[in-house]
C-alpha cells in the first residue's frame, strides 16, 4: 500500500483490509477514542491488552463491534504491541480456515491447537512426546489412525510424505504438516472433516487439556508468558451461525489457560440469551463507532476531525474538491464545510470507515474515467448512490415504521430486539458509544425521507 497522491492511487489505498505489519507505522491513526467513546484516553483496546497480560487471567474475551469500525486494525496494532513486549500472538482468519456454512466448535478447536503449535515451533519450545502422540492420533485420518496408537511412526510418515523422527514419536514440524490437511478438510468441505470433528466431540475433554499442556509448555518456554490466540472475523457470521457457535458451543471457547479473544457480532448482544453467554466469558469488550453526532441528533465536530485525520493518514486531502473548506478552523461555519466532498462522505456513511472507503473507492474510479484531478462532487454522488441501493435492498415495508422511530428519538429503549438484531446485522442501524444508543444509517434515513416516511 502507498500513500496516495495521485486519484489514481486512492483505490489501492483505502482497500477494505484492515492494516498489516509496516503499514500500521505508516497510516495508523491513534486518537480515535474521544470519537468513539466520548471519553479521552480510555480505550478498549488498551483494556483488553492489559487483561491478556494478567499473569493469573484464564479463560477467553469478546470484542464487539460493528463491521467495518476499524477493530480489525485495532487488533492487528495491539498484537505487534504484545509482541514488543515478548508475547507469542497468533490471529486466526476464520473467514480463510473455516467454512462459515457450517461451523463447528471442532474446527474452531483444530485451528486452535494449530495456532499453538506455529507458536510452540517459533520459540522452539519442547512440548512433551505424550501431547505430540495425542495431537498426531487426533489429526490422523481415519485408515492411517492405528499406526500412530501401535507407534508405527513410521508408516504414518511415509503416508503423509514426510521424515519419521528416529524417536518414533512426531515433531512439531511433523504435526503443523498433518494440520494443514486437516486445514484443507474443513475448508474445503471434504468427506474427512467429519472423522475430525466426531473424534474430538467424542473425547473433548482430552483435546482441551491437551491445548493447555501445549499451551503450559510455551509460557514455560517463554518466562511465564502465556501465548494468546485472536480468533478474527467471528463477527462477520450470519446470524443462524453465530448463536450456533456463540451459543451453543460456549463450554468448548471458554476455560483455558491462556488468554483468547474472539471477534463477536454487536447484534447479537440485543439476543435474550446473551447475559447468560456472557458470564462464561472473563470478560467483554465493546469497541464504538466513531459518531458524527450526538444522541440528540447536533452535529459532533470531533467525529469529522477524526475520520479526516484517519483519510490524511492515507491520502492527501487535495484529491478531495473543496478540502479547503474543511480544515478544522472553519468548522462551525456548516456553510463552508459543505462544499467538501470529504464531508459529505463522511456525513452519509455515519462513521462507518468501512462505508466510507467503499464510497472513496467508487467515488475515484468515476474521476479516472473523467480525468479528473480529484475525487468530485458527481463521483461522491455515484459512490453515495451505489452504497445505498446496497443498504436499501436489505429492508422491507414492514421495517419503517421501526426505522422511522429511531429516527424520531426513539434510540435507547428499544422493545423490538429481533428487529434491532436483523438491521444492525444489516448495517441498516449503527450503535455508538459504547452505550447502546442507535441511529439509523444517513442514507436509510435519507431513502425513508424520499418515500415520504419522514
Not at 375 to 389: D, H, I, P
Request: charged share 30%; with cysteine; net charge negative.
Amino acid at each position: 500500500m502507498k500513500y496516495a497522491t495521485k486519484v489514481s492511487e486512492l483505490q489501492n489505498v483505502f482497500n477494505a483490509r484492515e492494516l498489516i505489519g509496516d503499514e500500521l507505522d505508516k497510516y495508523y491513526y491513534d486518537g480515535t477514542m474521544l470519537a468513539r467513546s466520548g471519553w479521552r484516553g480510555i480505550s478498549v483496546i488498551d483494556q483488553l491488552h492489559e487483561a491478556c497480560k494478567q499473569p493469573n487471567a484464564k479463560g477467553a474475551y469478546l470484542l464487539l463491534g460493528h463491521r467495518g469500525c476499524g477493530k480489525s486494525t485495532e487488533l492487528n496494532k495491539m498484537s505487534e504491541k504484545l509482541r514488543q513486549e515478548g508475547y507469542l500472538v497468533s490471529t486466526v482468519q476464520c473467514n480463510e480456515s473455516l467454512d462459515f456454512g457450517n461451523p463447528l466448535y471442532a474446527d474452531i478447536l483444530i485451528l486452535m491447537c494449530d495456532a499453538l503449535l506455529q507458536m510452540a515451533k517459533e520459540c522452539k519450545c519442547d512440548i512433551s512426546g505424550d501431547v505430540r502422540k495425542t495431537i498426531a492420533t487426533f489429526w490422523a485420518d481415519a485408515n492411517r489412525r492405528t499406526t500412530i496408537e501401535r507407534g508405527e511412526e513410521t508408516e504414518l510418515a511415509a503416508d503423509f510424505g514426510i521424515k519419521a523422527p528416529p524417536v518414533g514419536i512426531p515433531v512439531i514440524g511433523e504435526l503443523l504438516s498433518l494440520a494443514v490437511n486437516v486445514k484443507n478438510a474443513i475448508r474445503f468441505r471434504e468427506t474427512t472433516v467429519d472423522e475430525y470433528r466426531s473424534r474430538i466431540s467424542r473425547r473433548i475433554g482430552e483435546w482441551i487439556s491437551t491445548i493447555n499442556k501445549v499451551s503450559d509448555s510455551i509460557a514455560k518456554k517463554n518466562g511465564g508468558k502465556r501465548p494468546i490466540v485472536i480468533f478474527e472475523d467471528l463477527d462477520k457470521l450470519d446470524q443462524i451461525n453465530a448463536e450456533h457457535v456463540f451459543f451453543e458451543m460456549t463450554s468448548s471457547l471458554t476455560g483455558y489457560t491462556f488468554p483468547i479473544v474472539y471477534t463477536f457480532p454487536i447484534a447479537l448482544s440485543y439476543n435474550g440469551r446473551f447475559n447468560d453467554l456472557r458470564q462464561q466469558f472473563a470478560d467483554v469488550f465493546r469497541f464504538p463507532m466513531i459518531k458524527i453526532e450526538t444522541e440528540k441528533g447536533d452535529l459532533y465536530p470531533e467525529g469529522y476531525r477524526t475520520i479526516r485525520s484517519i483519510v490524511e493518514k492515507r491520502a492527501a486531502l487535495d484529491l478531495f474538491a473543496g478540502s479547503d473548506f474543511f480544515d478544522g478552523e472553519h468548522f462551525g461555519d456548516d456553510s463552508r464545510c459543505e462544499e467538501s466532498v470529504l464531508f459529505k462522505m463522511i456525513e452519509k456513511t455515519g462513521g462507518s470507515l468501512r462505508n466510507l472507503f467503499e464510497v472513496i473507492r467508487d467515488a475515484s474510479v468515476l474521476a479516472r474515467v473523467n480525468g479528473d484531478a480529484c475525487v468530485s462532487r458527481e463521483g461522491v454522488e455515484y459512490g453515495l448512490t451505489k452504497l445505498q441501493s446496497t443498504l436499501t435492498i436489505t429492508i422491507e415495508k414492514k421495517h419503517y415504521p421501526f426505522l422511522v422511530g429511531i429516527c424520531k428519538g426513539e434510540r435507547r429503549e428499544i422493545e423490538e430486539r429481533e428487529m434491532l438484531l436483523e438491521m444492525m446485522q444489516a448495517g441498516v442501524v449503527l450503535e455508538y458509544n459504547g452505550r447502546q444508543w442507535h441511529n439509523v444509517h444517513p442514507l436509510i434515513r435519507d431513502f425513508l425521507g424520499e418515500i415520504g416516511r419522514l
